[in-house]
């Protein structure tokens, strides 16, 4: 954005503001450059089923000690070792395969 803001610049503004104010935004926009890019190297991408861990979902099919939970907007099939009704909030522990591991949160 602010490289198209300098280009603009460049052609409206007298002879010497013109260049002083494109340069000064040209370096602007490199030192956004590079800051966004120090941010963004260090973060780990994390993509798939593995982001639902930890999240909370409702039970829609009864847990006994299999059944499904609605999470993010999905359906998946889940296991509850202690049980869930229709109904309750259950935490996401973990997944295996396509089957969530859950526990009922109080």
Do not use: S
Not at 24 to 36: K, M, Q, T
Not at 52 to 64: F, Q, T
Not at 77 to 83: L, Q, S, W
């Amino acid at each position: 954005m602010l490289i198209i803001v300098a280009l603009i610049l460049l052609f409206v503004l007298p002879h010497p503001w013109n260049v002083i104010v494109a340069a000064i935004v040209a370096v602007v926009w490199f030192g956004e450059l590079y800051l966004w890019n120090r941010t963004v190297r260090g973060r780990r991408r994390v993509v798939g089923a593995q982001t639902l861990v930890g999240m909370i979902g409702e039970v829609r099919e009864a847990c006994r000690p299999k059944g499904q939970v609605f999470v993010n907007g999905e359906l998946w099939e889940a296991r509850c070792e202690a049980g869930a009704d229709p109904g309750t909030q259950v935490k996401v522990l973990a997944i295996n395969g396509l089957t969530l591991e859950v526990r009922p949160e109080p």
